[in-house]
């Protein structure tokens, strides 16, 4: 081929522009490619949709994963021809429709004219019409009123004919007689034609004295919504809608995805045998994982034995010592406050029989008090007449005091000693706690046995097939797909026809020349020989074939009404900046992708290192070309795993898992708002905010006014009969002219705003 010649664009360039020529192109809508394509994890959307209304028992966890899944926003540069992007911008549409809403006010553009217009026409309809004709409440009707009056007439006389006509086909229809029908039709051509003519002729008065088709006219040039109303309901419509997410920290709106159970066919079509790429290295990742379990099981029982006690047994003891020493504490004090008092009582007893004074005397209280007070220890009231004044009983009621304080003393130790072996006991089981290591290697280990769990079903349920067969197997699964969900896919790209650049764009600083290598988009390592086999194997000097099965999935949401946007042209803005700076397209479907399968064409001499390289990306996250891939140390599902093998003369590689390769944008009208007005008001000056009742009565008293006598003093100086000054009178005609100018704004500023 010519250095020349055209070259073709690169391999990702020309899968979008497949996928564009397949799922549709339009002015209005953008196509951007994820790159790497975003993968999905099947059970965070299921839920059953047996029932017709399922979407209205959808379980919240699923309401929530897709409107999560669909309200981010992506960046689209429109000068690009391709838009290729690393992800979302980390702008969300809800918020971003929202501030939107609130940035716009409509304008109060209606004229005069139009008001006044509208006044006349609901002056008319609201003229009372005489006749025979009442209204529920005796009154006089309105001419829209006797409208309601005689159009209930028409539709109560319509609906006894029906109602009659009914009754007779359904008692022809069940008789016996063979001439029922014919009597049916009989009566239908002549009684019924009467009771028919009925209905014309309640029909004619509707028409003629209802004024039906005047009243239907004029209502439908009544009727007619504004922007302020669209801009009102829109936002109605979110409030309504809106829902606090499980976790409390945002706002949820619902999504429904179409078709509604697109989650079903996400699961992959592959079987086990297909997936059996490299028997060898799966069966060397199997054996590594049964490891890997056992040393975690093995670190789990370790934590497990090192753990001393139960914290929370531990805690109650701690607590009931706790408990035990705050009692036998205050059972001390109370022990003491009562011996205290025992033996002031015995010492007052006996300083009143020493003076013989009486015990219940104020006087020797008060005197024993004072002595105390001086520090008298009443050493010479020791003895009595026998040779002690205390007696036996108030003796033995100290050695009772005495015995008691110890052993409460005593019982006080024995608590705070119990206290502080259980704090250290409890204290010894906290530090060696390990519940949370113990909790973090469990989740791992269920995580690897399902691991080894797919591993197992890839390797035993494929019958130990060769991996040669591999080679001329077709691109996508030999089962067909779901009628009407997805469908194949098949790309061929040959050495040489594709160029070294794309259209990658990000706000990252990913660079666009790193999707021309096939595993650009992989981690890996970084090692020279596996280095320069990625430059060697670039998408423009590699045969490589591409397939997967895909499927759009479109998205409505009921509070969204991004067409009242349309209006911005007749609404004020709010704000310094348009909704359009930053606020371009929105979601409206995504391209879902499936069961994927790349053949790369690779020389002999390179197959050994192929094999080396494919099997190190395998502990890799990232991806191949636009299609992403989970490591197989981190992805519990094996459809989202990526499957390698190398035979004489290609790799082929296999991404079962579902992942959204693109999304499909709606574009946003234009902000075409005007600046709200700062110097002056945005409220036309014909619009009136002042009471009605107000009004009138300037108007009558101006009409008073201009009913006085003609001739009356005109003289700017003439004083009125309460001492102030009339103003000087108008001429006939300027009064004739001033009065119909206030009826006038009297009829127009009746209700403007209605």
Not at 386 to 406: C, N, P, R, W
Not at 458 to 470: E, F, P, R, Y
Not at 495 to 509: I, K, M, R
Request: proline share 4%; glycine share 4%; net charge negative.
């Amino acid at each position: 081929m010519s250095d020349t010649a055209p070259k073709k664009p690169a391999a990702v360039d020309q899968i979008y522009d497949h996928l564009k020529d397949l799922f549709g192109k339009s002015d209005k809508q953008a196509l951007v490619m994820e790159f790497p394509g975003r993968v999905l994890d099947e059970s965070a959307y299921r839920f059953n949709t047996d029932s017709i209304f399922a979407n209205m028992t959808k379980p919240q966890p699923v309401v929530e994963a897709e409107f999560r899944l669909t309200d981010n926003l992506f960046d689209v540069d429109g000068s690009k021809e391709r838009h290729i992007t690393g992800g979302p911008n980390g702008k969300k549409l809800s918020e971003s429709f929202e501030q939107a809403l609130n940035n716009l006010a409509p304008k109060m553009d209606d004229t005069a004219t139009q008001l006044s217009d509208r006044n006349k026409l609901r002056k008319w309809l609201n003229e009372p019409v005489q006749g025979n004709y009442r209204d529920k409440d005796g009154n006089v009707p309105s001419r829209i009123g006797l409208y309601e009056i005689l159009l209930e007439e028409y539709e109560t006389t319509k609906q006894n004919f029906e109602k009659l006509r009914l009754d007779k086909l359904r008692k022809a229809k069940a008789s016996d007689d063979a001439n029922a029908l014919d009597d049916y039709a009989h009566w239908l051509a002549t009684s019924g034609a009467a009771e028919k003519a009925k209905v014309e002729a309640a029909f004619n008065d509707l028409v003629i004295r209802g004024y039906y088709h005047e009243v239907r006219k004029f209502i439908g040039f009544l009727d007619v919504g504004t922007e302020a109303e669209f801009l009102d309901e829109a936002k109605s419509k979110m409030r309504s809608a809106a829902m606090m997410s499980l976790d409390e920290t945002e706002t949820v709106y619902p999504v429904l995805m179409q078709p509604t159970n697109w989650f079903e066919g996400l699961s992959t079509d592959f079987k086990p045998v297909d997936l059996l790429l490299d028997p060898e290295h799966l069966e060397a990742q199997l054996m590594s994982k049964y490891k890997e379990k056992r040393e975690i099981q093995s670190q789990i029982q370790s934590f497990r034995s090192a753990h001393t006690g139960d914290e929370k047994a531990l805690q109650k003891q701690v607590d009931d010592a706790q408990n035990e020493l705050d009692n036998a504490t205050s059972d001390m004090l109370q022990n003491y406050t009562e011996a205290t008092f025992a033996a002031i009582k015995i010492a007052y007893n006996a300083y009143c029989r020493q003076n013989q004074k009486k015990p219940n005397d104020v006087s020797s209280a008060e005197a024993f008090g004072a002595e105390a007070k001086q520090g008298g220890e009443q050493k010479e009231a020791v003895e009595n007449s026998s040779g002690h004044i205390l007696e036996e009983e108030d003796i033995d009621k100290f050695m009772e005091f005495q015995k008691k304080t110890i052993q409460q003393q005593a019982s006080l130790e024995r608590a705070n000693r119990q206290l502080a072996r259980v704090k250290e006991s409890h204290a010894k089981a906290v530090s060696t706690n390990t519940q949370e290591t113990v909790q973090i290697l469990q989740s791992r280990l269920a995580s690897l046995q399902l691991e080894i769990d797919n591993l197992q079903k890839v390797v035993l349920q494929s019958g130990g097939a060769d991996q040669t067969n591999h080679a001329d197997a077709p691109l996508c699964p030999a089962s067909s797909p779901k009628a009407g969900a997805f469908f194949d896919v098949i790309m061929h790209f040959k050495q040489g026809e594709t160029s070294d650049t794309s259209s990658l764009h990000s706000g990252s600083d990913t660079s666009s020349h790193n999707v021309s290598f096939i595993f650009g988009s992989h981690g890996g390592s970084s090692s020279k020989e596996f280095s320069d086999f990625q430059k060697a194997h670039q998408s423009h000097n590699t045969d490589f074939e591409i397939g997967f099965r895909a499927t759009k999935v479109t998205m409505d949401r009921g509070w969204l009404s991004p067409e009242v946007l349309d209006y911005s042209k007749d609404m004020y803005r709010l704000g310094e900046t348009k909704y359009s700076d930053s606020f371009t397209h929105y979601p409206v479907a995504f391209i879902v992708a499936k069961d994927i399968t790349m053949k790369i064409k690779v020389a002999s001499e390179h197959t050994e290192t192929a094999k080396k390289f494919m099997q190190s990306q395998s502990s890799s996250s990232g991806g191949f070309l636009c299609f992403g891939a989970s490591s197989s140390h981190s992805n519990t599902n094996e459809s989202n795993s990526s499957y390698s093998g190398v035979t004489d003369e290609s790799i082929i590689i296999r991404i079962p898992g579902p992942q959204i390769l693109m999304w499909v944008l709606e574009e946003v009208p234009v902000d075409r708002s005007a600046e709200y007005p700062k110097d002056k008001s945005a409220i036309p000056d014909f619009f009136s905010l002042e009471d009605p009742s107000a009004l009138v009565a300037k108007a009558e008293e101006r009409r008073a006014f201009l009913s006085d006598d003609a001739t009356a003093e005109t003289d700017v100086s003439s004083e009125n009969s309460e001492g102030g000054r009339h103003p000087v009178r108008p001429s006939p005609h300027e009064a004739r002219a001033f009065a119909e100018a206030m009826l006038n704004e009297l009829e127009r500023r009746e209700n403007p705003l209605d």
